[in-house]
Each structure stands twice: as C-alpha cells, then as structure tokens.
C-alpha cells in the first residue's frame, strides 16, 4: 500500500492519553482511534495486527482440536440468572428492549456455550468437546485505563471444554498451556506462568499468563532461575526467599500484565442448567468444564509496552502491519526523481509479487526527516530506502527497526536478502 | 475434517421454526443454533460460510479501493443525539453504564465515521475517502423474523465515502454498483438493481439490490426484457405495464429480499457535526457521503432461500462450507471395510493435500441412508462415496449435490477430475 493513500496516517500532535504508552503511540501512528474511554476504532494498520494474532491465536487453537464457532453478543436475560452472574457480576451490561425482554451483553460465554454444546452431548461418547470463537466482549469498567489493555470493548479468544472427569481436563489442560506459550513465542512476547491459585472446586483462576511489563496492573514472584512464578495476591512466598522448586534461584517481584488466563470451572455451569451425559452403565453425571481466554486486542497493547523506544513501536515480525516500509526520497531534479521512483516502484512490485507486505512512503511532499520519524513511530521491522545515494550505488539502504545499524544492499540483490531472513 | 470429530451434527428432529426455510435447514444442518429470537450461534459449519462470503465482499470491496477498518458497536451517547438519531431512531439498543454514561448499540456507523474520517481530512486533497468495515450490529427488532435474514444481531458490510461534491459520489457509487453486482455473481444470487427512490438530498434509499425468492420482505417490480426493476412502494407503474425504460417487455410483480443498498446521504452527517474541508480556494465546505451495505449473514439466509430442494441445502461452491462431502460406507467383513477406509483415507489426504476441503463422514455406526441424507441436508457441491461397489470398480460414485446423476470415476482419475472442476 502506498502511504500517499492509506486513510490513517501518524498524528503530528502527541496525544493526550499520559497514562498508557500504548495509547499514545498506537493513537500517535494511526492504528486506532479512541471514541470514549475504554473503546476505540481499529484502523487500518491497527486492524491488520490484531488479525494476524487472530490467526496465530485460530492455528494454535485449530492445532489442540478446538472447534471455532462464534456466539452471539447479545445474551438472554435467563441464562444470567441461571448461574447467577445476573446480580453478581457488576461489569455486566444490561439492556432493556422495545419488547419489554431484557439482555446482558457478553463479558465471557459460560451462560451461552454450556447450553449450546450440551444440546450435542448425550453420552460420555461424545465428551470431550473444545469449542473456541474469537469475538469482541464487554465490561462495564468503573474505569477503564491503560490504552488498548483495558477496554469496554475488547476482543477476546475464549475456549470452553467440556470433559467426563477432571481428569481428562487436566490432560487437556496441559495441551492448552504448551499451545498458549506456543502463541506467545510466535507473537514475541516472553510469557510466565503462575501457580494455581485456589482449589478446583471454585470458581478461582488456576493459571495466569504474565509478561512482565511496568504497564501490568499485577505484582508477580518469579524465580529467576527456574519457571516459577505467583501473582502476590495469593503467595505464600516473599521477595528474597530462596525458590521452593528449584532450590537455587531467589525470588524477584515484578509488575506484569495478564495475557491469558485458564479457569478450572469444575462443574459449576452444567449444575447451574442441570445438563448431563451418561456414562457407559447409563449413569447421569455433569460434565468438568475448563475456559481457556486470551485478550487479542489487550495482547497489541501488551506487545507495545514490551517493544518500544523513545522514536516509536518496534512490531516483531509475526505481527507487525507490513513486512517492508519503503521509502523514496525526494532528489534535487525531476530526472533523478524519475530514476528513485521508478527504482522505487521496482522493488514495490517486485516484494509484492513475493507476497511480501509493503507500506511505501511515496510522498513528494515530505521531509527525509519526516519520513524517517513516521517509519520509527509505525514501527515496520524492515526499513528500505532509495535516494540519490542509494541510487549512485544502485543499492537500496538497508535498515531493520530494532537495530541501529544500516547497511547498503545492491538492489538486484534485495529480492534475494528478503527470502533469506 | 471428518464428521464423526466435527462438533455440531444434523439433527434429527425437524425444529420447530415453520416461518422460514432457511432457519428450519441451518439448525437441522448444525450449522447455526439459535439462542433466542433473531439471535444465532454461528456453528463450524455455518461459521464456514460466513467467513467465505466476507472475504469475497473484502476483495471486491478492497477493489474499488476501501481500506477496511473496524469500528466500536458501543457507541458514545453523545454522538446519536447530535444527529438526532437517540430520539427518533426506534430500532436502537440503549443501555447505562455504572459510570451513568449512556450509550447506543450500533445499528448503523454514521455516528462515528463521519467525525473519525473527518478527523483525517483537513482539504480537498484528502477526498474522496472510502473505508469500510465488516462487523456486528444491532437492531430492537419488534419482532425478528426470517430465520437468519432478519436477526436482532447480525453481520454486515458497511462501507462510507466522502466526497468534494456529489458528482464525485456519483463516480463511485457507478464502481460500487459493479461491485455488487459482482459480489452477488461470486456467491450465486441474481440481484436486480431498484430505481433510484428519493431525491439526492433526502436521506431516502437510493438504490436497493434485490434478490427474487418468496422468503422476501419487499414487493417489486421488474422487466424481464431489460434490467429495470422498482419496489413497489414508491412504483409509478404497475403490473402488465409496458417497461418505459426498453418498451418491449411487459412488467411483472415478485417478492424479493433486499441484499443490499446504497445510501446517497448527501451532506447531512458533515453539516450535523458541522465538520468541513477547505477548497482550493480555502473555502470551505462539507463533504457529500455515500452508505453502502451488505448484510452478511442475512446473505446465509437469502442463498438458503434462493438454493435448496425437498432434501436440503445446495451451496454454491464459492460460499460452501467444504468442497468435498467423502462418504465411507460400512462393509460386510472387516477386511473389506480396512480396504474401503483406506481408499478413503488415501482420496482424504489428497484432496487436503491440494488444499481442498473435504468433509469426511467417517462413521462406524451410521447407515447408508442416514449419511446420503446428511450429505443431501448439508449441501456441499460434490459428494464421493466409498463403497463395497465402488472398490470392486477400483473407482469412487462422483455426484453433484444440484445434479440427479452419479457416475463412477477411478481412483486414480479423481485428484485430476478435481482439478478441472
């Protein structure tokens, strides 16, 4: 995509969101949009990160056997009351309709998936089942802060299981986890797990998934030897002890932020709806059930904080908005210019044709300068300039976003440096 | 994916929805569960179809050059009764926040586009601008209806354009018809375009895209010598009239359901936010908009209607949810059966292979009726059956879903045969 053409482009003024650097900088480039605290717009550079960890998210998820559906936003009042999160829950939303029914609006799918997959589940023959969507939720946050990390609106990845014993969900249990730090390897992010919080039987979290990060809204202890880790909240441990597990490491205490979480629901939600399968001697019993969440649009926040610099985003290559940002240079005479351009729109074509994303900065009406700052803010691991110098060298320059260093490419060399990274 | 793993089965029983035959097929197929009035689960099956007819409508949409984006459902209070819409717009979900704020469930995205585009437009030079999303919206139906065609919460696209002035709207509304007329080719409906209703100022549909099926909402008439076609609510002519645009053919009268439209709203959301851009003479101006929609979902419905016979669905191949429907039938003897799984396991992994879809119905325990049956119900374009007779042949029964004949093709031919389909 040319740059000339692309709707959203960087904001000159730094906006006013102090709190969160996430905001300001995705605000500040043109990802998003705020249109009231807590909920924004997902633009087009914006929008096409937040798809790409959709898909890594939908692979992984694919790759346990989970089963992608997609379940309605708008929930009947009597499933809420069912479980009883009707009066319990106080981030719920709720509406009232012209026909005198009312409705919550989705926060997590409990009260929608436990009746819809039991609809299918007769017999322990038909157990498990792992069911997964990829769909926006809503909290009513007293206050909503941290940029994209905490929304009113948000997009999330939440997978139900459903299992004849809690056995069986342990076993399943254990695929998820190598499948979620699968997820967060692939979308750069360095993630910890913490140790089970409360019992099974409640309805508490068992496991966090925690990037450290000074933006995080969690205090953790972490080992630094070994991969243990406890949100503070519930530790029995202090900053200083020697690692129980290990034995060696000591313990650290750090801010992070939550990027995944499993819920052990027990069988809280098939008692509350009274649903059953048969064993194999045709005994009734409610199946054990395990949520599995993922914030996608929390996970672009969280992604920002951790990779970052004071000129802008720095966006690992899985999920960045482009491959390549090229940029051409103005020249002091139109020949030239015509020899940059024309150098310009080879390589454009030419990395497109590979199937390679490009942002190209062809603006005849911007500074070296300016185009050098909105690459650093938009933050696009592969920079790629041609100018008059390039031009002399028949090279291109060379420039990848996380380092300092550039180099000079020749340019029929370009096409086959890309395919080697 | 094989059928004995796939979630969401048929069902057996008939469900008790008699108004409308696209509701009564999709929940017998498993491929939506409906949670209440107007307000479905998308299942994998039906979850498949969504996702294909959505990217079809992004490349095209993506064609005329939109950039698509995605916009809050949550909107602010504010933004509605600035253009009067919290008070005179019935359909419109509103709902209260804990903080006392008061928002509205987008049902249409007037209200945020127009300041978030205009946020990006300062001149001229930045017009016209086309952006585009794919996303839920809301409406307090009094009664839903229809099955998926008429849902309290539903998929659409929406695109809006901005333009200098209504000439240039004019331009691109030309490009957006041909799109649509594309889009409607691509997933195997036939839509009449209806004439022009209001005048360009009013905020009146312009141009409705009309589907012929007796499921339809609307009355229109049209000539079957020439593409005239008019809703019969703002019709001057009448049935049996001579067409005045061709003067051959003779007027008849349908029931049709809109499939899309086109909005000329002219400069009303601009001058009620009151947000301009600066001529070349510095004067300023607002800018004339353009609406287009596609209902996606309601589009599942409309093919439903428009493509089924007594014994189920027939999906065109572009919007299917799989291209292949492989049936394993049981054997008389174990070692036939092996060799009757294995043919089958061989044309499975070579249809995915070259990346083609295949349903597998794999199960041990079905009967022959019951898998045709199934096959028929569901409707993808091309059953294969595996079977005691077809072995002996060393050969697969090819039949079209649309189509009565079966023939026999060898094994070894099919992955060719498939190529050229």
Known sequence: MKYSQLFSKT??????????????????????????A???????????VLRKIEQIVREEMDAVGGQELLMPMLHPKANWVQTGGWDSIDVLFKLNSRTGNEYALGQSEEEIVTPLVMSRVQSYKNLPVQVYQIHWKFRDELRAKSGVMRGREFLMKDMYSFHADEKDFLRFYKLVKEAYLNIYKRIGLTAKVTEAS???????????????????????????????????????VNVGDTCERCGRGELKQARASEVGNVFDLGQKYPKDFDLTFVDEKGKKHHPWMGCYGI??????????????????MIWPASVA????????????????QGEIDQAAQEIYDGLLNMGIEVL????ADATPGQKFADADLIGIPLRMVISEKTLKEKSVEWKERASEKAQLIKREDVLKKIRSV
């Not at 904001?11 to 705020?34: C, M, T, Y």
């Not at 000074?214 to 953790?220: L, N, R, Y």
């Not at 908005?321 to 030239?336: E, F, G, N, Q, W």
Request: hydrophobic fraction near 40%; proline fraction near 3%.
């Open 360 to 363: 190209w900065d062809d603006r």
């Open 38 to 48: 807590g909920v924004y717009s997902w633009l087009p550079l914006g929008l096409r």
């Open 321 to 336: 908005p482009m491959d390549v940002h090229l940029i051409s240079l103005r020249a002091k005479d139109s020949k030239t």
């Open 295 to 312: 914030g996608i649009s929390r996970a672009v926040g969280v992604i920002v904080e951790a990779s970052h610099d004071d000129r802008g």
């Open 11 to 36: 904001l000159k003024q730094v906006p006013h969101d102090g709190e969160s650097i996430n905001a300001k900088l995705l605000v500040q480039a043109g990802f998003v949009r705020q249109e009231m």
């Open 198 to 236: 409360g019992g099974s039987f409640s309805k508490k979290i068992s496991y966090e998934f925690m990037v450290l990060t000074d933006a995080g809204e969690d205090d953790i202890l972490y080992c630094e030897k070994c991969d243990f880790c406890v949100n503070v909240e519930i530790a029995k």
